[in-house]
T-cell receptor
Framework: DSGVTQTPKHLITATGQRVTLRCSPR?????VYWYQQSLDQGLQFLIQ???????AKGNILERFSAQQFPDLHSELNLSSLELGDSALYFC??????????????FGPGTRLTVL | LAKTTQPISMDSYEGQEVNITCSHN???????ITWYQQFPSQGPRFIIQ???TKVTNEVASLFIPADRKSSTLSLPRVSLSDTAVYYC????????????FGQGTTLQVKP
């Protein structure tokens, strides 16, 4: 158990819908990261927040957005869903913003299926 | 950004030592080498990190030659539970903590 929690574990929805994925980082961790893992794209970085502020963006679609709240939990919002958005979405957390010893702890993931 | 190249897959048997090599010819002076392990339908898990020579922890060893253009993850006496995907990452990536994953090496341990 990494200490990072994600809800829900599974999500099945239809194209065009909007969903929200939730992540609670390890106690004391200020950085939260979101990653998407699909069969054809592998594990891809989406976005990073540090202490409530966005700090890095990866290949995140404009239909996707995220935020980190004052209690440090984070939400990833996916809208106008398409079939290709079906994937495993992982949240990770770390103590620091960056640095070489910045080990990330990954949650169990949310499996999103878009029908 | 240093690109990494790993074998796509490897097979081994229980009790054997497994060595997975990663090539990173364009590694920068301030880059470290980090390995993560991922089981099916689980998030990746940090295994080990190093800069040069050899690093050992309770689960693995990491060998890095002087030129640092490659690195080898060594797993001693693997068991069936070591069947997983192993990712070699080189960084830091700018002034953030984001991880750039390659394709990884799928290790299959057989009885």
């Amino acid at each position: 158990d990494s200490g990072v929690t994600q809800t829900p574990k599974h999500l099945i929805t239809a194209t065009g819908q909007r969903v929200t994925l939730r992540c609670s980082p390890r106690s004391g961790d200020l950085s939260v990261y979101w990653y998407q893992q699909s069969l054809d794209q592998g594990l891809q970085f989406l976005i990073q927040y540090y202490n409530g502020e966005e700090r890095a963006k990866g290949n995140i679609l404009e239909r996707f957005s995220a935020q980190q709240f004052p209690d440090l939990h984070s939400e990833l919002n996916l809208s106008s869903l398409e079939l290709g958005d079906s994937a495993l979405y992982f949240c990770a957390s770390s103590v620091q913003l960056a640095g070489v010893n910045n080990e990330q702890f990954f949650g169990p993931g949310t499996r999103l299926t878009v029908l | 950004l240093a690109k990494t190249t790993q074998p796509i897959s490897m097979d081994s048997y229980e009790g054997q030592e497994v060595n997975i090599t990663c090539s990173h010819n364009n590694i920068a002076t301030n880059d470290y080498i980090t390995w993560y392990q991922q089981f099916p339908s689980q998030g990746p898990r940090f295994i080990i990190q190093g800069y040069k020579t050899k690093v050992t922890n309770e689960v693995a060893s990491l060998f890095i030659p002087a030129d640092r253009k490659s690195s080898t993850l060594s797993l001693p006496r693997v068991s069936l539970s070591d069947t997983a995907v192993y990712y070699c990452l080189v960084g830091p990536v700018g002034n953030t903590g984001k991880l750039i994953f390659g394709q990884g090496t799928t290790l299959q341990v057989k009885p």
